[in-house]
């Protein structure tokens, strides 16, 4: 076991893997990471399965049965992804049974659908059907047309992993489509405490954005802001879920779980900063870090726990929205920027993944 991981873990941070593929599944890769890194879940996105798929061999046989139906690339993929997301629950059941926080495994509606409400709600109940795994998160972006979504699946008792979440304002909309999932949810009977939900709150990306725009405006001021506002965006979120999950139209819900910050895009894009920054410096008991198998084995190698880095410092945040709105900053067009692309680039991997597969059935087929 890595220490470094432990300690990690210990510090009440879960640790899920931000990859996915069959070669993992079937030699055991996944299962050795449980064991040696600590790793207790699992989340993919479209273009985690775009490269699994596009590289991956041991998909072949499944793709010539499928060929030989005759079924299209959508259904293929389909077919494929929750086979894999299906199979990675199992391997993570153990852990599951130990805490159901955990042992999770998320699985994202089409990319395609970010912006229909109806098409999104329809394909996560799908998607939830087929995986059916109780420790399957279903992954519905943070879009404007994904919040109702996000309160139909958990109403329909859905597990949900939130995703695309860049700004505090989308934040609480989303705790508050959470909520109002789960009291629908408990008007019809559901029992509460089955339904776990996570918000990814995404982070490297946005000093990407930030710091582009600082090194244009070029004053000392504004770069010496650099790499900063990621981290405040991240703790102002966690404020936040402290406020709300702490109040009263939560406690009301007896038996229902807190929606964990899930901090997601943690693998540095910025050589200059160091290669563990988005995980050792937003350490808190209660909340999930999903990373890349690099940023992964960067903390194993030389990852330091410091204590908890992220409670209490929404003050801080506050100083550091305010210096780069003092700079010239536009922090709700830095948003906007983010979510378009976020969106854009997995619709892109999607459909990258969707001409793969074609020309993959059109190989085999007989």
Same mark, same amino acid.
């Given at each position: 076991?890595?220490?470094?991981?432990?300690?990690?873990?210990?510090?009440?941070?879960?640790?899920?893997?931000?990859?996915?593929?069959?070669?993992?599944?079937?030699?055991?890769?996944?299962?050795?990471?449980?064991?040696?890194?600590?790793?207790?879940?699992?989340?993919?996105?479209?273009?985690?399965?775009?490269?699994?798929?596009?590289?991956? !061999?041991?998909?072949?046989?499944?793709?010539?049965?499928?060929?030989?139906?005759?079924?299209?690339?959508?259904?293929?993929?389909?077919?494929?992804?929750?086979?894999?997301?299906?199979?990675?629950?199992?391997?993570?059941?153990?852990?599951?049974?130990?805490?159901?926080?955990?042992?999770?495994?998320?699985?994202?509606?089409?990319?395609?659908?970010?912006?229909?409400?109806?098409?999104?709600?329809?394909?996560?109940?799908?998607?939830?059907?087929?995986?059916?795994?109780?420790?399957?998160?279903?992954?519905?972006?943070?879009?404007?047309?994904?919040?109702?979504?996000?309160?139909? &699946?958990?109403?329909?008792?859905?597990?949900?992993?939130?995703?695309?979440?860049?700004?505090?304002?989308?934040?609480?909309?989303?705790?508050?489509? $959470?909520?109002?999932?789960?009291?629908?949810?408990?008007?019809?009977?559901?029992?509460? &405490?089955?339904?776990?939900?996570?918000?990814?709150?995404?982070?490297?990306?946005?000093?990407?954005?930030?710091?582009?725009?600082?090194?244009?405006?070029?004053?000392?001021?504004?770069?010496?802001?650099?790499?900063?506002?990621?981290?405040?965006?991240?703790?102002?979120?966690?404020?936040?879920?402290?406020?709300?999950?702490?109040?009263?139209?939560?406690?009301?819900?007896?038996?229902?779980?807190?929606?964990?910050?899930?901090?997601?895009?943690?693998?540095?894009?910025?050589?200059? $900063?160091?290669?563990?920054?988005?995980?050792?410096?937003?350490?808190?008991?209660?909340?999930?870090?999903?990373?890349?198998?690099?940023?992964?084995?960067?903390?194993?190698?030389?990852?330091?726990?410091?204590?908890?880095?992220?409670?209490?410092?929404?003050? !801080?945040?506050?100083?550091?929205?305010?210096?780069?709105? !003092?700079?010239?900053?536009?922090?709700?067009?830095?948003?906007?920027?983010? !979510?378009?692309?976020?969106?854009?680039?997995?619709?892109?991997?999607?459909?990258?993944?969707?001409?793969?597969?074609?020309?993959?059935?059109?190989?085999?087929?007989?």
């Amino acid at each position: 076991m890595s220490e470094r991981l432990q300690s990690l873990a210990a510090a009440g941070v879960s640790i899920w893997l931000d990859d996915l593929s069959r070669e993992r599944i079937e030699t055991g890769n996944l299962a050795d990471l449980i064991k040696e890194k600590s790793v207790v879940g699992v989340t993919t996105n479209p273009s985690i399965f775009a490269a699994a798929i596009s590289d991956g !061999e041991r998909y072949a046989d499944q793709l010539r049965a499928e060929a030989v139906e005759g079924i299209t690339p959508t259904e293929a993929i389909f077919e494929l992804t929750t086979e894999d997301v299906r199979n990675a629950c199992d391997i993570l059941a153990e852990t599951y049974a130990n805490d159901p926080f955990d042992g999770r495994v998320s699985i994202e509606v089409e990319p395609g659908l970010a912006m229909e409400t109806a098409g999104t709600i329809d394909q996560a109940r799908l998607l939830w059907s087929e995986v059916d795994r109780p420790n399957a998160l279903i992954k519905i972006p943070a879009t404007e047309p994904g919040l109702p979504a996000i309160t139909a &699946a958990i109403a329909d008792g859905i597990s949900v992993n939130v995703t695309l979440i860049f700004g505090i304002g989308r934040y609480r909309a989303v705790m508050d489509a $959470y909520l109002t999932g789960l009291e629908q949810a408990a008007a019809k009977g559901i029992d509460l &405490a089955t339904i776990h939900s996570v918000a990814s709150f995404f982070v490297s990306r946005v000093d990407s954005e930030v710091d582009k725009r600082l090194d244009a405006i070029g004053t000392d001021e504004a770069l010496a802001l650099k790499g900063k506002a990621a981290l405040a965006n991240a703790w102002a979120a966690y404020a936040a879920y402290q406020e709300v999950f702490g109040g009263e139209r939560f406690a009301k819900l007896s038996a229902a779980n807190v929606q964990r910050p899930l901090w997601a895009s943690t693998g540095v894009k910025d050589p200059a $900063y160091p290669d563990t920054l988005y995980v050792s410096e937003l350490v808190v008991d209660g909340c999930v870090n999903t990373m890349p198998e690099k940023t992964l084995d960067a903390f194993a190698d030389h990852g330091v726990v410091t204590g908890d880095t992220v409670t209490g410092r929404g003050d !801080e945040a506050a100083e550091i929205f305010a210096a780069l709105a !003092e700079v010239g900053i536009d922090f709700d067009d830095v948003l906007e920027v983010l !979510e378009t692309e976020g969106v854009d680039k997995f619709v892109t991997s999607w459909n990258e993944l969707v001409e793969t597969v074609a020309a993959q059935l059109e190989a085999v087929a007989p």
